[in-house]
């Protein structure tokens, strides 16, 4: 189980109120899974950093602007959404998932957290009308699969450091089908390189700009 101090030591910007929120959705998660199953029991000793910090490595891959609209896409735990969330007062996060059960859980610990800039929706990202400037998902399905889902929900622009587009956890090779159409990421970042962590190794943090898909 990782210190506080080894859970934070790439993030040293954090302010302490930060920190503390966050380590306290840490704690709402475990409590939480203890009735609805929104993580893997095995990580339950260390949430904080194998979820939490895990999820964090996107605020050093994106900054988004004030009113940028997130749409987090199979949100699970609310991962990444609810730690977007409170790192980005700024942004206001929309956490997307089809099972009742877990947007009744992760909509109790947004109204614990009190964040202000978070809501989750009993719903899959598909079926909704609105728009958003980024999609982020954490090894949901095939990234094909993810484009399809929410392709008519980017809108074009530039709503932060980067286009646009999708942001995605993915672990392993990019999919065949996206080499082959030379749909390749924008910009990536190596987990395990940016953690110095080899339980990381292939899983990387990718950037597609919008484009008609």
């Not at 980005?88 to 800039?117: C, H, T, Y």
Request: charged fraction near 30%; aromatic fraction near 10%; proline fraction near 3%.
């Amino acid at each position: 189980m990782h210190t506080q101090e080894e859970i934070f030591a790439r993030f040293p910007e954090l302010s302490q109120e930060i920190r503390e929120k966050l380590m306290l959705f840490a704690e709402l998660l475990k409590k939480t899974n203890a009735r609805v199953n929104l993580i893997s029991r095995k990580d339950e000793d260390d949430i904080a950093y194998r979820h939490v910090a895990f999820c964090l490595s996107i605020c050093k891959f994106l900054t988004p602007n004030k009113g940028a609209r997130i749409a987090d896409v199979g949100t699970g735990g609310g991962l990444p959404g609810i730690v977007m969330a409170i790192v980005w007062p700024q942004a206001e996060i929309f956490m997307f998932d089809g099972v009742g059960r877990k947007i009744e859980a992760i909509s109790q610990i947004i109204k614990e957290l009190g964040l202000k800039n978070a809501v989750a929706k009993k719903a899959r990202i598909e079926e909704t009308k609105e728009v958003f400037d980024y999609a982020t998902g954490r090894s949901v399905c095939a990234l094909p699969m993810f484009f399809n889902f929410v392709k008519k929900s980017i809108r074009k622009g530039k709503a932060g450091s980067l286009e646009n587009g999708v942001i995605y956890f993915k672990g392993g090779e990019l999919e065949e089908e996206l080499v082959k159409k030379n749909i390749l990421p924008d910009k990536e970042m190596k987990l395990d390189e940016f953690f110095e962590d080899k339980n990381y190794e292939g899983k990387r943090l990718l950037h597609f700009k919008f484009f008609k898909r």
